[in-house]
């Protein structure tokens, strides 16, 4: 439903013709939000789905927020890294990008000039910012890819969760965001009570996951560089770090979301007070 432009509905598959309609005449510069995520393993306690759910999670809270309209146009993501786990689906790069081109050309057509990208899944990154450069000069639309709030005291503790236990897949950061999402999905029974970390890098390698480091710069960078393709060349549960899920703290996560969300959701009310540059007329 829309009424002079205001939706009382944002995802766009429960939206009529006439609905979505009315809010590209009467909204003033009106915005698509696109969520993408994936369908790979997450551990033997989180779906599947986990990046899906969560990124359609936010973008319908932003899109309520900013009266946009957000659109989840595929489940799976890119992938192949998760592979040697059974259930985890992968698009090729290119199919990836055909959908996000094919999604954004397609609303352009009908005169949708904002979209904004989320991306909930870090192995689709590269393809998310080509995507951006590339449908920007092919359609004339603006494109954004808004990530904060990055210097919150929140963002600092999971950030240095992140740099210091490689807590970027299955952990406790990520738990901890299912925990408030959907916990009726989690399966937190599955890991022993003394869980511990099955990943094998060599004691050399993590000792550089140390951010009070003087050369921390340098030696982040080199475990980059020495950090195995495939998640099951290094881990046998498919849990990446080494600090535990057990340690989840719902709570935490509810309020890093909200700042999230809200962050975005600012963005977005800011952006649309810009008038449209002539490039993209």
Known sequence: MSENGVLSKYWITELTRPAFEDWLKNEENPVVIIGIGSIEQHGPHLPLGMDSLAVKARIHKVASRTNSVCVHPCWPGYSPHHMGFAGTITFSWETLMGVLMDTIGSLAYHGVKRFVLMNGHGGNTATMNLVAQT???????????PVGPGGTPLAKKQ???????????????ETSTAQ??????????????DWKPSN??????????????????????????????????????????????????????AARIEEQVEFIADFIRRWKKIPTPPAFE
């Open 180 to 193: 408030v999402l959907f916990p009726e999905l989690l399966e937190m029974w599955r890991l022993p009570e």
């Open 200 to 253: 094998n890098m060599t004691k050399e390698l993590k000792d550089m996951r140390n951010p009070d480091r003087d050369d921390w710069e340098v030696v982040s960078q080199v475990f980059g560089a020495c950090a195995e393709p495939d998640t099951d060349d290094f881990t046998t549960d498919g849990i990446y770090g080494w600090d535990s899920p057990l340690d989840a703290d719902p709570e935490e996560a």
């Open 135 to 145: 449908a920007k000069r092919e359609f004339d639309v603006m494109i954004a890819v």
């Open 159 to 173: 950030t240095e969760r992140q740099q210091r236990y490689w807590d970027v897949h299955s952990g406790t950061n």
